[in-house]
């Protein structure tokens, strides 16, 4: 129980990686935040399970694209845990399209989510992280974000965006004790890659070295090394976990 007595947040922990990335941290011990937009259910679910295994969670809804709602969830967050030790910027949306094609509406809410999104809760959390002078700051990237995706320009951009933003924080926090890094997936098995017809799914094995789709724990793993004390003097890093898709 190596995160006995901290309190994470991981936004779009739901569903998919985000999910699985709540389940690992509270099996660590953490006690989870569950944030998510649109599906109770599901997130509800989360924090059952979380409970059921005698962890601790709470569920807090926001839409990470909306400042003021991120600051006051983050507020009520540390009034329920009374803390905010690791926060993971997991939620994330796809609306792909060629760039001829994409509406500008399109590239707003992709931006707004994956990009503003991670802005808006590391600007929420940074002062109490700093008081506390410990934090874990984790974004989830993409392999797309390094290698780049025909039909994807949004997506690609807001991700290679994290990387900049992930330097730039660990820069700005090393010295109060907070690390800030990143972990960009290949392709995972989640509802955002599901409906990927058979014939792009095959296309896809054929870039992968290891010839298969990753599983949302082998990210989940990553992301708790990250917020465990044996990651301390890592930052500003990305983790790739994809098969040898891309080797950075
Ligand atoms: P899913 O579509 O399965 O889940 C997305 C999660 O994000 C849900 O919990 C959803 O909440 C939440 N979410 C979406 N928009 C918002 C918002 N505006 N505010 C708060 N929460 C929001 O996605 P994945 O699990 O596949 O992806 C998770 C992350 O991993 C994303 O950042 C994605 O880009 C990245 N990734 C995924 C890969 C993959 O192959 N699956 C590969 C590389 C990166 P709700 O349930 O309420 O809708």
Not at 105 to 123: H, M, P, R
Not at 180 to 193: E, F, L, R, S
Not at 209 to 235: F, K, N, Q
């Amino acid at each position: 129980m190596i995160l006995e007595g901290k309190a994470a947040l991981v936004t779009g922990g739901s569903r998919g990686i985000g999910r699985a990335i709540a389940l690992r941290l509270a099996a660590m011990g953490a006690r989870v935040a569950i944030n998510y937009v649109s599906k109770p259910d599901a997130a509800q679910e989360v924090v059952d399970a979380i409970k059921a295994a005698d962890g601790d969670a709470g569920l807090y809804k926001f839409d990470v694209a909306e400042a003021t709602a991120v600051n006051d969830g983050v507020i009520k967050i540390i009034e329920d845990f009374g803390r905010l030790d690791i926060l993971v910027n997991n939620a994330g949306i796809t609306r792909d399209g060629l760039l001829m094609k994409m509406k500008e509406e399109s590239w707003d809410q992709v931006l707004d989510t994956n990009l503003k999104g991670a802005y808006n809760c590391i600007k929420a959390v940074n002062r109490p992280m700093m008081k506390q002078r410990w934090g874990r700051i984790i974004n989830i990237s993409s392999v797309i974000g390094f290698l780049g995706n025909a039909g994807q320009a949004n997506y690609a951009a807001a991700k290679a965006g994290l990387t900049g933003l992930t330097r730039s924080m660990a820069r700005e926090l090393a010295s109060r004790n907070i690390t800030v890094n990143g972990v960009a997936p290949g392709y995972i098995d989640t509802d955002m890659t599901r409906d990927l017809g058979d014939e792009v799914k095959e296309k896809v094995l054929a870039e992968i070295p290891m010839r298969a789709m990753g599983s949302v724990e082998d990210v989940a793993g990553a992301v708790a090394y990250l917020a465990s004390d044996d990651a301390r003097y890592i930052t500003g890093q990305f983790i790739h976990v994809n098969g040898g898709m891309f080797m950075g």
